[in-house]
C-alpha cells in the first residue's frame, strides 16, 4: 500500500482523477524486450547488435525526437534485409495486447464516479497512436500525458508536474496506478497517492480503500 496507512482516511477526501500508464496496466508494453527477443528469432535478426542499437535509440525514439521509420533505420534496417517495413511495422503493431479486466475496471469507475482519467505514459508515438486507437483507449482517457507527445519522458519527473497541471485537480484527489516501482515513488514525492499495480485483484483492493469501489468485487 502506497500512499495513506490507514484505509478510513483514504475515503476523507473524494478521488476524482485517476492517473494511469498504459504498458503493464492497460495493455501488454508495446515494445519491451521481451517483443524485441521474438522480433530478433522471427525475423533471423541478430539479437547483440539489434539490442545494442536499440538501447542508443529508444529514449530518443519514446521521446518523440525519432519517427518510427527513423528508429528502424538505425535498429533494424541498416542493411538490407529479406523482409519489407510494412512487414516488420505490423510485428510490431501486434505485439500490443489488452488486458480486458483493467480497461473493463476502468471504463466502469469513470462511469460510476465521473473521473478524469490521464494516461501518463512512456509511449513511442506512431504505437502510441495505433494502441490509443486500436483498443479504443480515447473513448475512457481524457488526455494523453505521452513521452512523445511532451517530450518529456519518466522517470523525469517534469512529466508528472506536467500531468499535474494539464489535470488542473488537487493533488490530493488523484490515485496513480502504475506497474514500476520507481515511478511510483517519484509520484509520490509529490504528494500523488500511488497504488504499485501487480494484478488487477490486488489494484480492486487497493482501489476500493481509496473509495472506488468495483461493483464486481474481487472475483
Known amino acids: 500500500m502506497h500512499g495513506v496507512d ?10 476524482t482523477t485517476l492517473f494511469l500508464d498504459i504498458g503493464g496496466v492497460l495493455l501488454t508494453d508495446g515494445w519491451d524486450h521481451h517483443a524485441r527477443k521474438r522480433a530478433a528469432t522471427d ?30 533505420n538505425r535498429t533494424v534496417f541498416y542493411e538490407e534485409r529479406s523482409f519489407t517495413r510494412d512487414t516488420f511495422r505490423e510485428f510490431m503493431y501486434a505485439q500490443s495486447q489488452p488486458f480486458p479486466e483493467m480497461t473493463a475496471l ?26 490509443i486507437q486500436k483498443f479504443k483507449l480515447i473513448e ?7 513521452s512523445s507527445f511532451v517530450h518529456l519522458r519518466k522517470p523525469d519527473i517534469d512529466i508528472f508536474r506536467l500531468a499535474l497541471d494539464i ?53
Open 140 to 146: 475512457f482517457v481524457d488526455c494523453f500525458i505521452s
Open 6 to 15: 490507514d484505509g478510513s482516511m483514504k475515503k476523507t477526501i473524494p478521488i
Open 43 to 72: 525475423f533471423n535478426l541478430e539479437w547483440d547488435e539489434m539490442e545494442s542499437r536499440h538501447r542508443l535509440n529508444f529514449s530518443t525514439y519514446e521521446e518523440g525526437k525519432l519517427t518510427l521509420e527513423e528508429y528502424l
Open 167 to 219: 489535470a488542473q485537480t488537487p493533488v490530493e484527489q488523484i490515485v496513480y496506478i502504475e506497474n514500476t516501482s520507481m515511478f511510483v515513488q517519484i509520484a509520490e514525492s509529490l504528494g500523488i497517492k500511488s497504488i504499485l499495480h501487480t494484478d488487477y485483484i490486488s489494484t480492486c483492493a487497493e482501489l476500493a480503500l481509496f473509495g472506488l469501489q468495483n461493483d464486481r468485487g474481487l472475483i
Open 106 to 131: 476502468i471504463r466502469k469507475l469513470k462511469t460510476k464516479y465521473g473521473l478524469k482519467i490521464v494516461v501518463v505514459s512512456n509511449e513511442a508515438r506512431e504505437l502510441n497512436s495505433h494502441r
